[in-house]
């Protein structure tokens, strides 16, 4: 019997959903949370998205501005309503060319809908998630019949997505970041990543820290991708996103870590110091958790490698 696109990409929503359901109900049983070692990060969460056990909390549903890590949601709703197909190719329009970071996005590009993906988490490229959000929101409007605007279309369903994530006090007003009424709080966003970091059609993207990819159109190149994220490639790390406004002092980061025994772990730190201290918090919380939680300190995984620097992929 075989499955189409379609009744997969629902049934590993609905898969999602449900492990998110599970997420929240076990804050209830869980043994209690501890409290971080000491960082500068205004809020911490750290969650085992395997078993849904809060590991470390501060001030976790304080809300903040969330910037760039709204592109874990943009990239997760482009896996599910793309049926995962992500070869589609999209030609690039001058309303696809926004401020702030970009991927290297040029009028009348053709880019693949993966090549974009690369483009938003590497190195979080603002034109690529328009670029993203204007495609499937204009393939979900025809599915429906519907008219409108195809980018407010994918804005309603981030939403909705990460409400059925349990992300209840997350909002969103763009595919990338930069509108001030996106906000969420450490526990949502951990919520949202023990969903994105465990979702094997987006694994792929955070495992090598450098891409070259292929452009076609009437300016055809070939451009490199050097992640902006300094612990993307590295064996232990499965995935990871910044949310950044330099200007405001504002730092995040949140970082999916395959523990020793296997687990996935999501530690998020909302409103650190700096932009190093964002990474030096997360690394306080890695190193802390195998002696805090000993059961986390199981042998290594099978897959695992002597190699610990960042990977290049062609």
Request: with cysteine; aromatic share 6%; glycine share 8%.
């Amino acid at each position: 019997m075989s499955i189409g696109r379609g009744t997969l990409s629902a049934l590993l929503f609905r898969a999602g959903v449900i492990a998110a359901a599970v997420l929240v109900h076990c804050h209830a049983f869980a043994q209690e949370a501890l409290a971080p070692p000491p960082v500068t990060a205004s809020s911490v969460y750290v969650v085992n998205a395997e078993t849904g056990q809060p590991l470390y909390r501060k001030n976790e549903d304080k809300i903040f501005r969330i910037l760039s890590i709204t592109k874990l949601i943009t990239a997760y709703v482009l896996v599910q309503r793309m049926d995962g197909e992500l070869s589609d190719a999209v030609t690039i329009t001058q309303g696809d060319l926004t401020s702030g970071s970009t991927a290297g996005l040029s009028k009348g590009d053709v880019w693949t809908l993966r090549d974009l993906l690369y483009g938003m988490l590497l190195v979080s490229g603002n034109d690529a998630a328009i670029a993203i959000a204007d495609n499937v929101g204009r393939a979900m409007l025809s599915r429906e019949k519907k008219k409108g605007s195809p980018t407010k279309r994918f804005v309603q369903e981030m939403q909705s997505t990460a409400a059925a994530l349990g992300a209840s006090h997350t909002r969103f007003a763009d595919p990338y970041g930069l509108s001030p009424s996106n906000v969420s709080t450490a526990r949502d966003v951990g919520l949202i990543g023990s969903t994105v970091f465990r979702d094997p059609r987006l694994l792929p993207c955070w495992q090598c820290a450098r891409r070259r990819l292929a452009i076609g159109g009437p300016n055809a190149r070939s451009i490199p991708l050097v992640s902006t994220i300094e612990m993307i490639g590295q064996d232990d790390i499965v995935g990871a996103k910044t949310g950044s406004h330099f200007s405001k002092n504002i730092y995040h980061l949140v970082v999916g870590w395959r523990a020793p025994n296997g687990q996935t772990i999501v530690a998020v730190v909302l409103g650190s110091a700096s932009d190093p201290s964002r990474y030096d918090d997360v690394r306080a919380i890695l190193a802390a958790l195998p002696r805090d939680f000993p059961d986390l300190a199981g042998p290594a995984t099978a897959t695992a490698s002597a190699h610990s620097g960042p990977r290049t992929c062609q």
